[in-house]
């Protein structure tokens, strides 16, 4: 029996139809909309009731769990807590000082404690992770590997717990993704006239546990590039999850974007 603790985005789901009907799973649901509700195996918790959480998987004799999707910074002054909860909240508000990312590991800490072993989701979804190589017919080229350098150097300089794992660079100039994301930092992107510039880089964060919050994208964050007037993404080697990959490579041809790993 694997749990799987589910946050925000469409990964999720996805890891919910590989096990669906093909392993022995059950579902801690940290979803603001309650998404896996309808399964007889979801529990729907709150991030502060680590009593719950730690007593279901125990329970359930889960000694192995993966996460799935994004768990943001609660409000703590709204959270639900139980008796964990109260005695590990401090731990969890002292890293969320420092970053989201700190949050998941403190996370993983607290389960370990309690014997509970955090697993890759990338164990089960190897189909999802791209290797180094161009996987479109357009390639960078010489500005665009400038953009490319740029951004990689700018994220290199961002603090290990940070929440940030991607930066848009068009004609010298940055933009860093914040807690809200990539999606909404593409949005803030306005397109140039007609003319398509500048790069989108989704690397994980420094230091990062490569067990959780893998940088993710699929068939939306194209289309958000192609709006916002960017010419490609680039992604980490096998350090990545990438959704809807034969629709987004189909797409980025079709609109002469370039997706490159590295």
């Not at 979803?31 to 359930?60: A, E, P, R």
């Not at 769990?65 to 008796?83: C, E, S």
């Not at 890759?120 to 189909?127: D, K, L």
């Amino acid at each position: 029996m694997i749990g799987l603790i589910f946050g925000e985005t469409d990964f999720p789901k996805y890891i919910y139809k590989k096990f669906k009907g093909k392993k022995k799973y059950l579902i801690i649901d940290l979803t603001k909309k309650k998404i896996f509700k309808k399964d007889k195996n979801s529990y729907s918790v709150s991030i502060g009731q680590f009593g719950k959480i730690i007593s279901i998987l125990k329970k359930n004799n889960c000694k192995k769990v993966l996460f799935a999707g994004k768990v943001k910074k609660p409000d703590f002054t709204k959270i639900k807590l139980d008796l964990k909860g109260v005695y590990y909240i401090s731990r969890i508000i002292k890293k969320a000082k420092v970053g989201d990312a700190a949050i998941l590991k403190e996370i993983i800490n607290i389960l370990k404690n309690e014997k509970i072993k955090t697993i890759s989701s990338t164990m089960f979804t190897p189909e999802l992770n791209l290797m180094r190589g161009n996987y479109s017919k357009h390639r960078p080229d010489k500005k665009d590997k400038e953009d490319i350098k740029n951004a990689l150097r700018e994220l290199r300089k961002s603090n290990q717990y940070s929440h940030i794992q991607g930066a848009i660079c068009r004609e010298n100039l940055i933009v860093l993704e914040n807690q809200d994301g990539t999606q909404k930092m593409l949005k803030k992107v306005k397109k140039i006239k007609k003319v398509n510039k500048g790069v989108l880089v989704k690397f994980p964060k420094k230091k990062q546990d490569l067990r959780v919050d893998l940088p993710t994208i699929g068939l939306n964050t194209l289309k958000k590039c192609k709006i916002a007037g960017l010419k490609g993404i680039v992604l980490k080697h096998k350090q990545n999850i990438f959704l809807n990959k034969k629709k987004s490579i189909n797409f980025a041809n079709k609109n002469k974007l370039f997706i490159l790993v590295k």
